[in-house]
Nanobody
Framework: QVQLVESGGGLVQAGGSLRLSCIAS????????MGWFRQAPGKERACVAA????????WYADSVKGRFTISRDNAKNTVDLQMNSLKSEDSAVYYC??????????????????WGQGTQVTVSS
């Protein structure tokens, strides 16, 4: 079992930055591939960034590539999402998720077993 708690969301002006953090409980965090997802009102939840268990493999959605950076610290059981040059379309609830089902990075929502409660990010234009 893994419990995930996100923090760091808030209100920011367009062009600004936010850093989301997710801390996981449990001693097996380093065995999980992790992802950050977001869901805006009326839209499906979608992966924006993912990282493999060791941290040496990452994936980004085209819409955030070059602006967002995902990283993890297995010693601290954390996975972060640094978001720069934020746009109004980045506004959404952001979720941290963990999966042990795959040996490689996955962006499919249904492959993730554990989810945080979400943190709201609002970008004002």
């Amino acid at each position: 079992q893994v419990q995930l708690v996100e923090s760091g969301g808030g209100l920011v002006q367009a062009g600004g930055s936010l850093r989301l953090s997710c801390i996981a409980s449990g001693r097996t965090f380093s065995t999980y591939n992790m992802g950050w997802f977001r869901q805006a009102p009326g839209k499906e939840r979608a992966c924006v960034a993912a990282i493999n268990w060791s941290g040496d493999g990452t994936w980004y959605a085209d819409s955030v590539k070059g602006r967002f950076t995902i990283s993890r610290d297995n010693a601290k059981n954390t996975v972060d999402l640094q978001m720069n040059s934020l746009k109004s379309e980045d506004s959404a609830v952001y979720y941290c998720a963990a999966t042990s089902r795959t040996s490689t990075i996955t962006t499919s929502t249904w492959r993730y077993d554990y989810w945080g409660q979400g943190t709201q990010v609002t970008v004002s234009s």
